[in-house]
């Protein structure tokens, strides 16, 4: 059972800080292509919380794309330095999740598993300890 946490970052620039108090509900390692693109990176660390735990201050931009889950997904970056911070999936709209990155003090984090593991790029490390899925455990949107 993952502790409470408290989660404090900012974006690159520190126009956009936030806070959040909370116990976990997912912790991952995505490597989808949608993530690797958004975060310029071989793949998203990312940290699931309520969504009424996380507060922020300062102006993010949002970007609103679907998946190929046919879920709506909503970006949430910096409008001054192109940070990616936080994401809202309208799957589970109870839930955001953080860029671990954005994280002032990430030395907690411990991904539970790897999402869409069958896009992970050769190059990328395979932890044994952490459980692989092929895709990701979410069911599709009904279309
Ligand atoms: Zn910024
Ligand atoms: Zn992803």
Redesign the pocket.
């Known amino acids: 059972m993952p502790n409470t946490q408290t989660i404090s970052g900012s974006c690159l620039c520190g126009q956009v800080k936030y806070q959040a108090t909370a116990v976990p509900l997912f912790q991952a390692h995505?490597?989808?292509?949608?993530?690797?693109k958004?975060c310029g990176s071989a793949f998203?660390a990312?940290v699931f919380v309520p969504v009424d735990s996380l507060n922020w201050q300062g102006e993010t931009k949002t970007y609103t794309h679907k998946a190929d889950s046919g879920h709506t997904m909503t970006k949430h970056f910096c409008s001054n330095c192109g940070s990616q911070l936080f994401g809202e999936n309208d799957a589970k709209t109870d839930r955001i999740h953080i860029k671990v990155g954005t994280m002032d003090d990430a030395n907690w984090f411990h991904p539970q598993c790897n999402?869409?593991a069958s896009s992970r790029l050769p190059s990328t490390a395979i932890n044994p300890d952490v459980k692989d899925f092929a895709t990701?455990p979410i069911p599709p949107a009904k279309t």
């Not at 995505?30 to 690797?36: L, N, P, S, T, Y």
């Open positions: 995505c490597h989808c292509q949608d993530c690797r958004n998203a990312l999402v869409w990701m």
